[in-house]
């Protein structure tokens, strides 16, 4: 015969225990930290927190209707999966590193010398050149290394380059200037604009959507050359502390090719204006 459950006899109510009962939720876990950064969300919630810093058109005001054509490819692939995508903007250097910590899953726009610890798909998402600027008064070009001599460029901490620019930098050549923050590329630019700078470095697609953010004129500046032809293939990079960081790696690879096939990616670069 099945013993009968004993039910546990309540006591009256006691607004001393209540009150710390109340007190206490504040404790108990949650998906976000007191600094913006989420932890890593039970399976069930799926939710994906991905950093990077504005560098648009690649990545966007993610709360725009135009996130950026690097966010929008990500999001056709793992959305349908069941994944929601949290995407925030802080700076480049803190991105990589809290995500290698583990604070977040992935960065977005990432090339792969980046971070290479991290897990990446073996298609990637964007692709990025880089360009000399300077002022349009400017008699100032790019003719090899010497060139440089006795002059400033601006280029953003963090960032990977072409492979002579990387090495300069990493040797502390003293004509790069390193910006940092969350607006490095716009401090960047001010100060060129005001003489302190000979040239900035950068991709020509995000100079002009930041310029146009800033409303000055492009007519301002001016091609001065590369320091060497590089394209650089951009990628969402997932942390080597993420769980699922191989399976979501390997999805986003057979997704490209499905988008590129049914002309879904091409679609979403024609709403930034590019043609391939």
């Not at 919630?45 to 950026?68: A, E, F, M, Q, T």
């Not at 349908?80 to 803190?94: E, F, Q, S, T």
């Not at 953003?156 to 910006?179: C, H, M, P, R, W």
């Not at 390997?250 to 002309?263: A, P």
Request: net charge positive; with cysteine; charged share 25%.
């Amino acid at each position: 015969m099945l013993q009968s459950r004993k039910f546990p006899i309540w006591k009256p109510f006691d607004p001393l225990i209540f009150g710390a009962i109340i007190a206490a939720g504040s404790a108990w876990p949650s998906d976000s930290r007191a600094d913006g950064s989420q932890l890593t969300p039970h399976r069930s919630h799926k939710v994906l927190s991905l950093r990077s810093d504005i560098w648009c058109p690649h990545i966007c005001d993610p709360k725009s209707d135009h996130p950026g054509y690097i966010v929008e490819i990500v999001k056709q692939i793992l959305e349908p999966h069941g994944y929601v995508l949290d995407v925030k903007l802080i700076n480049w250097a803190r991105a990589i590193n809290d995500t290698r910590q583990g604070k977040f899953a992935a960065i977005v726009g990432a090339a792969k010398e980046d971070a290479p610890d991290f897990i990446f798909p073996d298609t990637p998402q964007g692709l990025a050149t880089f360009k000399l600027f300077t002022n349009t008064n400017s008699a100032w070009s790019y003719q090899g290394v010497g060139s440089l001599k006795g002059h400033q460029i601006g280029v953003i901490q963090g960032y990977t380059y072409d492979e002579v620019t990387n090495n300069l930098i990493k040797e502390k050549n003293s004509s790069f200037e390193i910006a940092s923050g969350d607006d490095a590329l716009k401090f960047l630019i001010r100060k060129l604009l005001s003489g302190r700078l000979t040239a900035i470095y950068e991709d020509p697609r995000v100079l002009k959507y930041t310029l146009k953010d800033l409303k000055i004129n492009s007519d301002k500046f001016k091609d001065a050359g590369t320091i060497k032809p590089y394209k650089q293939d951009l990628y969402i990079g997932f942390s080597p502390k993420f769980p699922e960081a191989q399976e979501l790696a390997k999805l986003v690879s057979k997704e490209m090719k499905r988008l590129q096939n049914d002309g879904t990616i091409l679609k979403i670069l024609k709403r930034y204006d590019i043609a391939e």
